[in-house]
């Protein structure tokens, strides 16, 4: 009998559920199942922060407005930026830091003048006491929310940070500017050697790829594409969806095509199709010996330079060392 009726209720519930399924997700756009599924890991978390970078934000701050973010970052040192007029931040009650976003090329000058200085965390919590014993270009990840903006300035408030443990030394801060000022020089070769000592060591993925770039322009400019390709699909490697990379190795692609068909071309005009063999010479005589003596021919020869790739103009610098001094 409990078997009979279990089969006679089952349908009514399956029904009861697939009726309110949709209320459900009328109501708040996920389903009834939705928080079972979050549990199991198999839906997004709707209330999750969202993973950004400080370059978007700062380009559109109200649109992050009460959102919360992730972000990696640079620490550059703590500051005293204070607007409580517009603000909630006052230095009684929170820790005021300036940093750099992890897609910033530090050893560009006008990158490495470009900190963001209005991160603010609370004095009296854990995060506050991570910022305060943080060394310069110390990375974190960190949970951030815009609380106010003014000015097109976004005011931020970190609530977590997570140190890690890769981060840009100095070093490569230094070889990375000098390769940049041979890149302004001209100088391909001294640039190169520049940066292939800068991406030495352990490096954050962002910063590697930055130099990589840089130093694809260099041997791209020396004419060498065989490195050039190399040193873009590396990048390629760690960042994928990396929009320069993956347009550098589109172009280089069409750049190879063009020159492969411009070189059968000329294979086609140097190398013509074989004349026909001579007949052979007829049978010797009992009188007299003939010999056949063949035409003098005259054989020519062209060659043909193989056109050159554009030279890409390097990005232009600035006399300002990366180390502030």
Not at 201 to 220: E, M, Q
Not at 245 to 270: H, K, P, T
Request: charged share 25%; proline share 8%; hydrophobic share 40%.
């Amino acid at each position: 009998m409990a078997t009979l009726r279990t089969r006679r209720i089952l349908p009514t519930l399956l029904g009861l559920l697939a009726a309110a399924a949709p209320l459900a997700a009328a109501q708040d756009d996920e389903g009834i199942f939705a928080p079972f599924a979050r549990e199991l890991g198999l839906a997004k978390d709707p209330t999750a922060p969202h993973e950004t970078t400080l370059a978007t934000l700062r380009a559109n701050p109200d649109a992050y407005r009460n959102v919360r973010v992730i972000l990696t970052l640079h620490m550059n040192e703590r500051t005293s930026f204070w607007n409580p007029f517009f603000t909630r931040f006052t230095p009684d009650n929170y820790v005021n830091f300036s940093a750099w976003g992890d897609e910033q090329r530090l050893w560009v000058a006008a990158e490495y003048g470009n900190e963001f200085p209005l991160f603010f965390v609370d004095r009296r919590s854990e995060p506050a006491r991570k910022i305060l014993a943080a060394e310069p270009f110390q990375r974190f990840r960190v949970t951030a929310i815009v609380r106010d903006t003014f000015r097109g300035m976004p005011w931020i408030e970190v609530t977590k940070v997570k140190t890690l443990s890769e981060r840009v030394s100095r070093g490569t801060l230094v070889h990375g500017a000098r390769g940049r000022k041979w890149m302004e020089a001209g100088k391909w070769a001294l640039a190169a050697n520049e940066f292939d000592r800068a991406i030495a060591g352990d490096l954050p993925d962002a910063s590697r790829v930055g130099l990589l770039k840089d130093l694809s322009v260099c041997h791209y400019a020396r004419g060498d594409r065989d490195k050039t390709r190399s040193v873009l699909l590396a990048a390629a490697d760690l960042d994928p969806k990396d929009a320069e990379v993956n347009a550098a190795l589109e172009a280089l692609l069409l750049e190879d095509e063009e020159a492969g068909a411009s070189a059968q071309s000329m294979r086609e005009i140097m190398e013509p199709e074989p004349a026909p063999p001579r007949p052979a010479p007829p049978a010797e005589t009992t009188d007299h010996d003939h010999v056949e003596t063949p035409e003098p021919g005259a054989d020519g020869g062209t060659t043909s330079d193989t056109p050159q790739g554009n030279t890409t103009d390097p990005p232009k610098g600035t006399n300002r060392e990366p180390d502030g001094k």
